[in-house]
């Protein structure tokens, strides 16, 4: 027969297996806490080296382009029409970097009606949209309240439309402010992106390689006395992202060489950069910014 010490050790034993199951539980999720903290750390300073790449390849950029303007050398001879270039870096690590030359862009603060009218029909708006696009383009940028003819807004007709917002009456500061145009739809904004910027001061832009790069079957549309426009070579945008297999990381900049510097230093992944192809000038990035061996 069993006695009430047997009920006893019993009733200790399931106390004893409970406690060691709840242990077990707690140390258990301590170790899963741990993994977890361990590998965000691991992430964190992955996407720290990445940056620090994404910063160096954009620093380099902007010194060669320096060195372009000071020595009249060819440099690393990137594309600088915004094609994207990829860049193996070794060690699993990849770059894709772009430069956009900002002078044969459409400037919304600096060119000229006619000229901006001109390019958007070719990019492919129809006529009456490209009409509207421009004035309000003037209007946005203007000093008056008086709208331009053929489709301007001024304040009132961006309340008659429940706009929360009115024209700046001054200069774009960004060309993300293209989509506060009462016209601009945000497909057409991203249509319309890769040909503006707002850092080409003289407002001249070279039609014939914006439409070879983003509407080529409207180049035959130009006409013949249409001749290419040389750029000042004033300011660059540079786009520069670093990844691996586990995190990316990347930078924006515009760029003037000389005197004028970093006008705009972001950290960013652009979301513009496409697939990129190899170029010549990767090798020369990769000697400089190949990655360390991992410990």
């Not at 999720?29 to 992430?43: D, E, F, G, I």
């Not at 439309?161 to 991203?190: C, D, K, M, Y």
Request: charged share 20%; hydrophobic share 45%.
């Amino acid at each position: 027969m069993r006695g009430p010490a047997d009920g006893e050790d019993g009733f200790v034993l399931v106390s004893v297996l409970a406690v060691l199951a709840v242990l077990g539980a707690v140390l258990t999720a301590a170790t899963l806490q741990l993994r977890s903290a361990t590998s965000l750390v691991q992430a964190r300073a992955e996407t720290v080296r990445l940056q620090g790449a994404a910063d160096g390849i954009a620093r380099l950029i902007a010194d060669d382009l320096d060195l372009q303007r000071t020595y009249r050398t060819a440099g690393l001879g990137l594309p600088e029409d915004g094609s994207p270039v990829a860049c193996p870096l070794g060690q699993g690590r990849s770059a894709l970097l772009s430069i956009q030359d900002q002078g044969r862009l459409i400037d919304l603060n600096t060119t000229p009606r006619p000229a901006m009218e001109e390019a958007f029909r070719l990019l492919g708006v129809p006529d009456r949209e490209a009409l509207a696009l421009g004035a309000e383009i003037v209007d946005y940028r203007d000093p008056d309240d008086t709208p331009e003819p053929n489709g301007g807004a001024e304040r009132a007709q961006y309340r008659a439309q429940g706009l929360a917002w009115a024209p700046r009456n001054g200069p774009f500061l960004s060309i993300e402010e293209i989509g506060r145009l009462p016209s601009v739809t945000p497909a057409l904004a991203h249509r319309l992106a890769p040909a503006l910027t707002v850092h080409n001061p003289g407002g001249r832009f070279d039609l014939a390689g914006l439409l070879g790069r983003l509407n080529p079957a409207a180049v035959q549309k130009l006409p013949a006395s249409a001749t290419p426009v040389p750029s000042p070579r004033q300011y660059f945008r540079l786009a520069v992202v670093v990844a691996d297999a586990r995190a990316r990381a990347g930078r924006a900049v515009t760029f003037g060489p000389g005197a004028t510097g970093f006008v705009v230093w972001q950290q960013t992944v652009p979301p513009d950069l496409g697939a990129g192809g190899a170029h010549p000038a990767c090798a020369a990035i990769a000697a400089a910014f190949s990655a360390p061996p991992r410990p």
